[in-house]
């Protein structure tokens, strides 16, 4: 099997994959890698991933031109585009709809916080890229600014975004964001998550590229500068007491107080301005994130 041949077909299997897991609906999607040193071979529009036949891909130049395949290259092509032109060392881009990562993605939450030390280890933090119109130069601009220093970010009101060294490692790198999100997701249900302590991290830090993905920046230092994207920012307390685990006391700071001297049944009417509700809907919201 040829280069070119085999990167088609590892195209085909993932966007089978991706189909079957639900990280797509519909024709939503798209998968590129290099082939070679200055052509692309890309996902065509408008065909569902679940369903593709490795004659449909498109080759292009790395400005874009297509150069072979009998349909037009994906919509996206402008975001992969930015990727490769950012990072030489990347040479596969896989985007998806996920819907447990897609959720978080729109309600505005970055996969931020240090929760799992394999996805510290590995893809380190996942932030949001800010809501650019699909397809329009715009989302290159948003993607750009985390490229860098990430291999996996949201995309804001969107979906989302992941690279590797060859198209299976920037697909399982989805599947790591999507099951991140589920179990964040979860642990935010059961009462929220015990974060890692920054002292745990640093030491996280260090086995990076022991799970044969290393990420592409370090994490940031204390104190946090969110402006900062040269490396990655990571919510982990510092632990006075040398705890590894912390309670996310950072989120229970901002829960409202527990009403006192209430005695209000569980089938009373009680009555709320429009104010006091939305001050309720802010807070739980912010719990959230
Ligand atoms: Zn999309």
Same mark, same amino acid.
């Given at each position: 099997?040829?280069?070119?041949?085999?990167?088609?077909?590892?195209?085909?299997?993932?966007?089978?994959? %991706?189909?079957?897991?639900? #990280?797509?609906? *519909?024709?939503?999607?798209?998968?590129?890698?290099?082939?070679?040193?200055?052509?692309?071979?890309?996902?065509?529009?408008?065909?569902?991933?679940?369903?593709?036949?490795? +004659?449909?891909?498109?080759?292009?130049?790395?400005?874009?031109?297509?150069?072979?395949?009998?349909? +037009?290259?994906?919509?996206?092509?402008? %975001?992969?585009?930015?990727?490769?032109?950012?990072?030489?060392?990347?040479?596969?881009?896989?985007?998806?709809?996920?819907?447990?990562?897609?959720?978080?993605?729109? @309600?505005?939450?970055?996969?931020?916080?240090?929760?799992?030390?394999?996805?510290?280890?590995?893809?380190?933090?996942?932030?949001?890229?800010? #809501?650019?119109?699909?397809?329009?130069?715009?989302?290159?601009?948003?993607?750009?600014?985390?490229?860098?220093?990430?291999?996996?970010?949201?995309?804001?009101?969107?979906?989302?975004?992941?690279?590797?060294?060859?198209?299976?490692?920037? #697909?399982?790198?989805?599947?790591?964001?999507?099951?991140?999100?589920?179990? *964040?997701?979860? @642990?935010?249900?059961?009462?929220?998550? $015990?974060?890692?302590? $920054?002292?745990?991290?640093?030491? &996280?830090?260090?086995?990076?590229?022991?799970?044969?993905?290393?990420?592409?920046?370090?994490?940031?230092?204390?104190?946090?500068?969110? @402006?900062?994207? +040269?490396?990655?920012?990571?919510?982990?307390?510092?632990?006075?007491?040398?705890? $590894?685990?912390?309670? +996310?006391?950072?989120?229970?700071?901002?829960?409202?107080?527990?009403?006192?001297?209430?005695?209000?049944?569980?089938?009373?009417?009680?009555?709320?301005?429009?104010?006091?509700?939305?001050?309720?809907?802010?807070?739980?919201?912010?719990? &959230?994130?």
């Amino acid at each position: 099997m040829t280069t070119e041949s085999a990167l088609r077909a590892d195209i085909v299997e993932v966007g089978r994959r %991706m189909y079957a897991r639900g #990280y797509t609906a *519909s024709n939503d999607g798209n998968i590129s890698a290099r082939l070679g040193d200055d052509r692309l071979v890309m996902t065509p529009k408008s065909v569902c991933k679940g369903f593709m036949t490795p +004659d449909m891909m498109c080759i292009t130049d790395l400005a874009g031109k297509k150069l072979q395949g009998d349909r +037009d290259p994906s919509s996206e092509m402008l %975001m992969h585009l930015e990727v490769y032109r950012q990072r030489p060392d990347v040479r596969a881009v896989v985007h998806a709809h996920p819907p447990i990562a897609t959720g978080f993605a729109v @309600a505005g939450i970055p996969l931020n916080r240090a929760v799992l030390a394999e996805v510290l280890c590995t893809l380190g933090s996942i932030p949001i890229a800010d #809501y650019a119109t699909p397809s329009t130069a715009e989302l290159p601009a948003a993607v750009g600014k985390y490229v860098k220093a990430h291999d996996g970010m949201l995309l804001a009101n969107h979906g989302a975004l992941t690279m590797g060294a060859d198209i299976m490692s920037a #697909y399982y790198k989805m599947e790591t964001v999507e099951h991140f999100a589920k179990i *964040s997701l979860v @642990a935010r249900m059961l009462g929220g998550e $015990r974060l890692l302590s $920054r002292d745990e991290v640093t030491r &996280l830090e260090k086995l990076r590229g022991s799970y044969g993905i290393a990420a592409p920046a370090p994490i940031c230092p204390e104190p946090l500068d969110a @402006a900062r994207l +040269d490396c990655q920012v990571v919510q982990a307390p510092p632990s006075a007491a040398g705890e $590894r685990l912390v309670p +996310d006391t950072a989120s229970a700071r901002q829960r409202p107080p527990a009403p006192s001297g209430s005695h209000v049944g569980p089938d009373e009417e009680i009555r709320l301005t429009y104010s006091e509700l939305t001050a309720l809907i802010e807070d739980a919201v912010r719990q &959230l994130k």
